[in-house]
């Protein structure tokens, strides 16, 4: 079965085609990041920006069309945080569909974790459990779970309203922020995590863009590694201080269209491992689109 599956995050919207069986087995196709920023404003207006809506669509439009390039059967949409929150995302979903003939799918919180570790635990066919982290820009997902002989089984999900872009906006009036806007932020993440169960002997993976591009930052020839929760913590520290421009400039490709946003998402990834326990974590190259991919096809076998 050839599946397209699209991840409409709050500030990346990112898409895969791939063959995928049953049984878990998975060989990408074809895939493409764009950064779209659905979560203009959001936190504070409660609706999508007509820009975000325009940016969208310009990828979906780029996606279908190569979802149609290479054969796939079908297209299925994950859409996440900021179109869970926005009052208006019938203006995106209608369009959608009428223009495009997607199905624009929101998916509940609990629904993005359960997928995202799908995704992600398929990258590691030798762990038997883990706990998968998702830091996205508008929620983050912390799942532990174990593979099972019919998939997988999760013992514990949860999101967390809080994520790269979300935490910026609310936080921080200035970048580099202040050092009271810091205190509050680690606040706002730190009390999110209060009731969380974490056991920090699990392997921590990481399932997003932010765990993926700060693991480039640390090992740039060999970023499939496990990075110590010390050089995370460093690393957060160091970033909060840096402007936008300074943060694009360690590495332009990397921190394309996520400069002015990464410190939030590190410093959440830092209280994770700190709360957690955890002594470093596994960047997986997998996320929340091959789990929708993955899904599918169990769906429809």
Not at 77 to 96: C, E, K, P, Q, Y
Not at 233 to 240: F, G, P, Q, T, V
């Amino acid at each position: 079965m050839r599946v397209a599956s699209i991840d409409i995050g709050t500030n990346t919207c990112l898409l895969l085609v791939a063959d995928v069986t049953p049984d878990g087995a998975l060989s990408v196709v074809y895939q493409e990041d764009r950064y779209t920023r659905l979560g203009q404003g959001v936190d504070g207006s409660k609706n999508l920006h007509p820009d975000a809506i325009e940016r969208v669509m310009t990828a979906l439009t780029a996606y279908k069309r190569q979802a149609d390039t290479h054969g796939a059967e079908a297209v299925v949409i994950g859409a996440t945080s900021a179109s869970r929150d926005a009052a208006n995302r019938h203006l995106l979903v209608d369009r959608a569909r009428d223009e495009l003939g997607l199905d624009y799918r929101v998916i509940a919180g609990e629904e993005e974790a359960r997928l995202s570790f799908l995704g992600a635990l398929s990258a590691f066919p030798a762990l038997e459990r883990a706990v998968v982290l998702d830091i996205g820009g508008g929620s983050t997902e912390l799942i532990t779970g174990r593979r099972t002989n019919d998939g997988i089984e999760i013992e514990h999900r949860v999101s967390l309203d809080v994520g790269a872009v979300r935490l910026t906006e609310r936080c921080f009036a200035t970048i580099p922020p202040s050092a009271y806007e810091v205190v509050t932020a680690r606040r706002i993440v730190t009390d999110g995590l209060a009731a969380v169960p974490l056991d920090g002997r699990l392997p921590l993976l990481g399932a997003s863009g932010t765990t993926r591009a700060l693991a480039k930052l640390v090992y740039p020839a060999n970023p499939w590694q496990d990075v110590p929760a010390t050089d995370v913590h460093a690393w957060s520290e160091r970033l909060l201080t840096l402007a936008p421009d300074e943060v694009l400039a360690l590495n332009p490709a990397i921190m394309h269209g996520r400069s002015d946003v990464f410190a939030a998402g590190v410093l959440i990834l830092d209280l994770v491992c700190a709360n957690g326990g955890f002594d470093a974590y596994r960047p997986s190259p997998r996320g929340l689109r091959y789990g929708l991919a993955l899904d599918w096809a169990r769906r429809h076998a």
